[in-house]
C-alpha cells in the first residue's frame, strides 16, 4: 500500500552570531582590494543596488535567501576570500518537513477558478476565428494561385520554339562572343588600332532569340561591374571617433549617451580601447583613472581635475 507525502513551505531562519555581520565582512573585504562596488557590479553582471543592499544586510530587499547566499558566493569568490564566515551569518534555510496525504494518490486537482470544459466546435465558429481562417486562404491563394499562372505562361511561350541546328547555333554563338568582345578591346587598346577592318558581319537565323538575351546579359554584366567595385571601395569604416577610451591597466568604463542608455558598460584590461560616437552629450565613468587614458576628438583629455579619492574619475563630454 503506497502512501503520499505532501511538502511544507520552506522556513527561514536568520542566523546571528558574535562579531560583524555578512554584508560588514564583504565590503571590509571589498574596500581592502580597493575594488569599487561599480566595478563589482560590473563584473558580477548585478545591479549595484543589489549589492549596496547585500553590504547594508537588507534582506528583506532581495527576491528570498537562496538569492542571497548565491550572490555573497560570487562576491567571496570573485574577491578571492573563504566564503564559509560569510554565509554562516547569512539566513538558513531549514530542511522541508514532509506531512502525510491522507486523499491518495488518485486524488484529481481542479483550481476554484477552473470554468467548464472547452468547447471547441463552439469556439471555432465565432467571427474572430472565421476572419482569421479567411486571411489565411486569402494569403494561400495569392502565393500559390500566381505561380501556376506564371508556369502555365512559360510553358505556352516555350512550346512553339524550334529546334536549330548544331551549326547554325555554334555560328550565332561565335558572332555573339565577338560582338561582346569587340566593345571591350576597343575601350583597352590606343587610338591607332581605330583603323582595323572589322569583319563582315554573318547572318543570324531570325528563330533564334537566346544569343541575343546571353550578350545582353554579358553586357549587363560588364556595365554592373566598375560601379559595384566603386560602391565596395567607398565603404571604408572610420577608425576614429568622439571619444576614445584607452586602458593600460586593468580598469573599467561605463558610457551612457544623451538619449540615457548604456552602450558601452564593461572591464577593460591592459591595451584594450573603447571608441563612442553617439549623440551629445556622452557621460563618463572611469574606474581606475591612473591606469587609462581618454581622447577627446582627437586631442588628450587629462583626467586629474575630475578624479576624485577613490581614483574614479566622471566628466561629460559636450
Same mark, same amino acid.
Given at each position: 500500500?503506497?502512501?503520499?507525502?505532501?511538502?511544507?513551505?520552506?522556513?527561514?531562519?536568520?542566523?546571528?552570531?558574535?562579531?560583524? /555581520?555578512?554584508?560588514?565582512?564583504?565590503?571590509?573585504?571589498?574596500?581592502?582590494?580597493?575594488?569599487?562596488?561599480?566595478?563589482?557590479?560590473?563584473?558580477?553582471?548585478?545591479?549595484?543596488?543589489?549589492?549596496?543592499?547585500?553590504?547594508?544586510?537588507?534582506?528583506?530587499?532581495?527576491?528570498?535567501?537562496?538569492?542571497?547566499? +548565491?550572490?555573497?558566493?560570487?562576491?567571496?569568490?570573485?574577491?578571492?576570500?573563504?566564503?564559509?564566515?560569510?554565509?554562516?551569518?547569512?539566513?538558513?534555510?531549514?530542511?522541508?518537513?514532509?506531512?502525510?496525504?491522507?486523499? +491518495?494518490?488518485?486524488?484529481?486537482?481542479?483550481? %476554484?477558478?477552473?470554468?467548464?470544459?472547452?468547447?471547441?466546435?463552439?469556439?471555432?465558429?465565432? %467571427?474572430?476565428?472565421?476572419?482569421?481562417?479567411?486571411?489565411?486562404?486569402?494569403?494561400?491563394?495569392?502565393?500559390?494561385?500566381?505561380?501556376?499562372?506564371?508556369?502555365?505562361?512559360?510553358?505556352?511561350?516555350?512550346?512553339?520554339?524550334?529546334? &536549330?541546328?548544331?551549326?547554325?547555333?555554334?555560328? @550565332? /554563338?561565335?558572332?555573339?562572343?565577338?560582338?561582346?568582345? &569587340?566593345?571591350?578591346?576597343?575601350?583597352?587598346?590606343?587610338?591607332?588600332?581605330?583603323?582595323?577592318?572589322?569583319?563582315?558581319?554573318?547572318?543570324?537565323?531570325?528563330?533564334?532569340?537566346?544569343?541575343?538575351?546571353?550578350?545582353?546579359?554579358?553586357?549587363?554584366?560588364?556595365?554592373?561591374?566598375?560601379?559595384?567595385?566603386?560602391? /565596395?571601395?567607398?565603404?571604408?569604416?572610420?577608425?576614429?571617433?568622439?571619444?576614445?577610451?584607452?586602458?593600460? +591597466?586593468? /580598469?573599467?568604463?561605463?558610457?551612457?549617451?544623451?538619449?540615457?542608455?548604456?552602450?558601452?558598460?564593461?572591464?577593460?584590461?591592459?591595451?584594450?580601447?573603447?571608441?563612442?560616437?553617439?549623440?551629445?552629450?556622452?557621460?563618463?565613468?572611469?574606474?581606475?583613472?591612473?591606469? @587609462?587614458?581618454?581622447?577627446?576628438?582627437?586631442?588628450?583629455?587629462?583626467?586629474?581635475?575630475?578624479?576624485?579619492?577613490?581614483?574614479?574619475?566622471?566628466?561629460? &563630454?559636450?
Amino acid at each position: 500500500m503506497s502512501e503520499e507525502w505532501g511538502q511544507q513551505g520552506d522556513a527561514t531562519v536568520v542566523a546571528a552570531p558574535d562579531g560583524p /555581520s555578512a554584508g560588514a565582512m564583504l565590503r571590509q573585504a571589498r574596500e581592502a582590494t580597493g575594488l569599487h562596488i561599480a566595478a563589482l557590479a560590473v563584473a558580477l553582471k548585478v545591479p549595484v543596488r543589489k549589492l549596496e543592499a547585500l553590504e547594508d544586510d537588507r534582506y528583506d530587499l532581495m527576491t528570498d535567501s537562496v538569492f542571497v547566499r +548565491g550572490l555573497a558566493a560570487s562576491v567571496c569568490r570573485t574577491l578571492k576570500i573563504d566564503p564559509q564566515p560569510i554565509l554562516e551569518r547569512l539566513p538558513q534555510t531549514t530542511a522541508p518537513r514532509l506531512l502525510r496525504d491522507n486523499e +491518495g494518490i488518485n486524488a484529481p486537482f481542479r483550481a %476554484p477558478s477552473d470554468g467548464p470544459p472547452a468547447n471547441w466546435a463552439k469556439r471555432l465558429t465565432k %467571427p474572430v476565428y472565421l476572419i482569421v481562417f479567411a486571411l489565411l486562404f486569402g494569403a494561400l491563394a495569392v502565393v500559390f494561385f500566381p505561380q501556376t499562372i506564371h508556369d502555365g505562361a512559360v510553358v505556352s511561350v516555350a512550346a512553339p520554339t524550334a529546334p &536549330v541546328a548544331p551549326a547554325a547555333m555554334a555560328s @550565332t /554563338s561565335a558572332q555573339a562572343s565577338s560582338d561582346v568582345q &569587340v566593345p571591350i578591346a576597343a575601350a583597352a587598346t590606343p587610338p591607332a588600332s581605330a583603323s582595323v577592318t572589322p569583319a563582315s558581319p554573318t547572318p543570324l537565323p531570325a528563330a533564334v532569340p537566346a544569343p541575343v538575351a546571353t550578350v545582353a546579359a554579358a553586357a549587363l554584366a560588364i556595365a554592373a561591374k566598375p560601379a559595384t567595385e566603386t560602391a /565596395s571601395g567607398a565603404l571604408v569604416p572610420s577608425a576614429t571617433g568622439v571619444l576614445v577610451v584607452r586602458a593600460t +591597466g586593468a /580598469s573599467w568604463v561605463e558610457i551612457t549617451d544623451a538619449k540615457g542608455t548604456s552602450p558601452v558598460r564593461k572591464m577593460l584590461v591592459a591595451g584594450e580601447s573603447v571608441v563612442a560616437n553617439g549623440p551629445l552629450p556622452i557621460r563618463v565613468v572611469v574606474g581606475r583613472s591612473d591606469l @587609462t587614458q581618454v581622447l577627446v576628438r582627437g586631442k588628450p583629455f587629462d583626467l586629474k581635475p575630475y578624479t576624485r579619492a577613490d581614483n574614479l574619475a566622471r566628466f561629460d &563630454v559636450k
